[in-house]
């Protein structure tokens, strides 16, 4: 066969291990990967994989040395808060003072403070300020990621939140899967009546599923916020229409959002810090995905993170996530938070790329399509500038990518001056 490309010279392919369903427990602790390899791409697609010594039969249109670097499949972001007005730089000073993020949100800041900013944003300023945001993903070497709504509020800001979404998804070569997240907070206007708020949120869930514009829904499930009975409500009301299953649970308090999530049949339960002994043991017999945010925690300045060792030990599927959002975790870097998972999570090299792979594009639904390299799948890859793949966690804080390619094409390389 004539292959447009041939990547050669890779000292570790990380694959990882192709399969059907998200690794759990024993199997995040191994990470297929193969030394001394090559792969060949055709139209896109992942054609060939195989030994560097083997490759030298192969004359393609286009070859590129990895100078036995380290590639991998390109990273899946599975929790981002991507579209959003304004910026929370002021609520720094407040948090310093030790003012918790559940008090900035009760005096109608915090999330509350971003859904007028984004009220007040045109459609074309917040896919403006979305797409600088997405590129800077895409340079740390995300190819597939998450975007959530949730700051409108209201019919007309959550829809024109998913519009940029649906652009986005249109005009990026990046993979964008997007979550209706309309609970997230409740508005001022609806204070004394949540339910009424939430009924409004259920109605929209129809005109999103009708327009295309989502496939997973997704509430915030949390002391002054939505309640555990809420959330139940809307996630079944969601599941009736035909939604895939997330949610905000156990971040703050435990209120048995984790234990819903997995009752409901869930995709994945988000943050999971304060989830109980139970919790996790109905993860650990699930395929509901624990996606954490160790960098949430780290930002708000939490000593207790979520108890990932004890999930993956137990048996459950975890994936990682940045939470990239203006008020808990204003960050894209998705490296950063694999040396989070590391240092605060206490997971291993192997288990934090099984995470940021394999397991987040499950966490998505993208399992078929991300997060492995495998023959027959898109040639989304990274290539790395680091020695081996234990490296990475190790040298935090900076950006490791090489070079970031979708479906064989380089879309991000990096700056000889950096
Ligand atoms: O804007 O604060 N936790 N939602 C739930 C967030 C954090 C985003 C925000
Ligand atoms: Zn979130």
Known sequence: MQYDLLVHNIGQLILPKETTAPLKGEEMKQLMIMENAAFA???????????????????????????????????????????????????????????????????????????????????????????????????????TLEAKSGYGLDPETELKQLQVVKRLQEKFPVSIVSTFLGPHAIPPTYKGNEDEFLEKMVELLDHVRNENLAEFADIFCETGVFSLQQSKYFLQKAKEKGFGLKIHADEIDSLGGTELAVELGATSADHLVAASNKAINMLSTSNTIAVLLPGTTFYLGKDTYARAREMIDEGAAVALATDYNPGSCVTENLQLIMSLAALKLKMTPEEIWNAVTVNAAFAIGKGEEAGTLTVGKKANFVIWDIPNYLYLPYHFGVNHTNSVYIEGTRVWRRNDNV
């Open 41 to 143: 791409v055709k139209s896109g697609t992942i054609a060939w994989i195989g030994s560097n010594d083997e490759a030298t039969h192969i004359k393609p249109l286009k070859r590129i040395n990895a100078q036995k670097k380290v590639v991998s499949p390109g990273l899946v972001d599975p929790h981002t808060h991507l579209v959003f007005g304004g910026s929370r730089e002021h609520e720094l000073a407040l948090k310093q003072r030790g003012v918790p993020y559940l008090e900035i949100l009760a005096k109608g800041g915090g999330i509350l403070s971003t859904v007028e900013a984004t009220r007040m944003a045109s459609e074309e300023e917040l896919y403006e300020k979305a797409s600088f945001h997405l590129n800077r993903f895409l340079s740390y070497g995300v190819t």
